[in-house]
């Protein structure tokens, strides 16, 4: 089976088509949901469970901090253990959180669960990094990241539009009820179809032998440092999508859930077809490259927003999608990093990393939250209070986009 990049989901043996890997795709579409979910029902959230402000901030961030804590200690077992097993025992901890915040009425019960929601998802992209990187990070390789990152991504979408109709037709609960049972169905897709680690190194003996030069990359962990800020860096713009956006819309604009949620779907497929284009993409720039031009859109779009946060909800649900979609080069700095880490310690090497990815958007909000509420309590106007945001969003895009500039070049893809 092919897909639209030309990436095959076809193990080295080609065989058969490589279920394991659409198991790992499936569960991060539903990664991706659990991530984006917050913005277009929070209103819903915090009159349910009478969040204040700064609780708000820790229940959107409660999710990413975990996420980021778990990424060091996912990569480790990765490494000893193998995907398989680590993924699906944290993915059940995920269907189990995810059911209890269907349920719970305890705001101090409703912030662990979303945070065991975290912990749920914090394999899934580790995992699928892992699975395909493990033997090399040739042109196929990251083709075949990128293009299940983009498959991924309609995980936001479904957590736009889908989301607001259910949660207005039928409530924010159910709809929750029914994420936890197609996580626990996804759970069930890694038990039975992502392979064991001997089989995996069976599969792929035949590949690696062929191709030493491309699988056994010598490190240069000197380089990881110019990763570093950019992980930090690349997705707290996209907090904008998974929770402050809500708020923004409705406390600048008057969206109610219907409107925010039209407007979240947007953004979700403005970010979907960023990631489809990468794919395409990467045959003629290399990674860095597209990530350095990424970044720089991010910069733009958050300084438009500082300047103008209530001019237009056209214009700032479009800088909104820019921001989103500066997320998209994540798999091609782990594309790089693939280069850099040994291939013994990749999965601690990209867990690292990683920690950093999801560590910027839990900081992010947390910090969010605490503007929010000193700025409430001084009066401050909405569009001021999210000029502030965006003037915080900016900062770190710039300083890691500065540390990136020195990052070793990737071959041109």
Known sequence: MTDISGTSFIPASGRSTDYGLWALTFSYVLSQFFRSYVAVISTQLIGDFHFTPQMFGWFSGAFFLVFAAAQIPVGFMFDRYGVRYPTAV??????????????????????????????????????????????????????????????????????????????????????????AMLMLMATLGVVFFVRRRNEERSTSAPQSQASPSKTMTPARTSGLWTLMPVCLAMSVGGTFRTSWGGPYLADVFGFDVMARGNAMTVTSVAGIG??????????RWSPKSLSLFWQAGGIL???????MPQRSPVVSVAAICLLLSVGCIHPLVMSQARAIIAPGKLGLGLGLLNSLVFLGVALASGIFGLIAEETRMTGMSSADLYSRLFVVTAVPLAVGALAYWFSPAGARK
């Open 274 to 283: 960023a990631s489809f284009c990468i794919p395409f993409l990467v045959r």
């Open 90 to 179: 944290l993915m059940s901890v995920g269907t189990l959180s995810a059911g209890i915040v269907s349920v719970t009425t305890d705001p101090r019960l409703a912030i662990i669960a979303q945070a065991g929601i975290g912990i749920g998802c914090a394999p899934v992209f580790m995992g699928l990094l892992n699975y395909v990187l493990r033997h090399g990070a040739g042109p196929r390789d990251v083709r075949s990241i990128t293009t299940a990152s983009a498959i991924g991504m309609s995980g936001g979408l479904l957590a736009a539009f889908p989301l607001s109709w259910a949660t207005a037709s039928y409530g924010w609960r159910p709809v929750m009820a029914l994420s």
């Open 301 to 307: 779009a958050a300084l438009l927003l500082a300047a």
